[in-house]
């Protein structure tokens, strides 16, 4: 090697070296910037499996309490017609001993008026013929 190309390899060493070290600077400095960045923290990956699980129990859940509510409505409404039927039953019962009453009030009042020897009317005239017969 002359001394013209040792002195160009020179060169270009020295231009390689100012080019390394340029972007060596420019890799410092954008290695700085992003550091000093604020950054979002990475969520960790969590299993999803417990919500579908909850999920479900929970829509369980709620169609054992809608079964179970209705189930409730259902026994009340045949209870409250139970307690109508029997209070019906008790009404037709106590009219019909009502209507009894009344017809044995009735017979007594008519056995009483035929059972008499004569007509409350004609009491008088019986007294006199009976105390005319004694004479």
Wanted: with cysteine; net charge neutral.
């Amino acid at each position: 090697m002359s001394s013209n190309g040792k002195a160009a390899g020179e060169a270009t060493d020295r231009e390689l070296e100012e080019a390394l070290g340029s972007f060596r600077q420019c890799v410092h400095a954008w290695s700085e910037t992003a550091l000093s960045r604020p950054r979002a923290e990475a969520q960790a990956a969590r299993p999803r499996s417990w919500r579908l699980a909850a999920a479900w129990v929970l829509g369980g859940v709620l169609a054992a309490v809608s079964l179970s509510g209705s189930l409730y409505e259902r026994h009340h409404r045949q209870d409250l017609a139970r307690i109508a039927a029997a209070q019906a039953a008790r009404q037709r019962q106590l009219a019909a001993q009502e209507r009894a009453q009344a017809d044995r009030n009735l017979l007594t009042t008519v056995n009483y008026d035929i059972s008499q020897a004569v007509p409350q009317a004609m009491e008088p005239l019986a007294d006199l013929m009976d105390a005319g017969a004694n004479q």
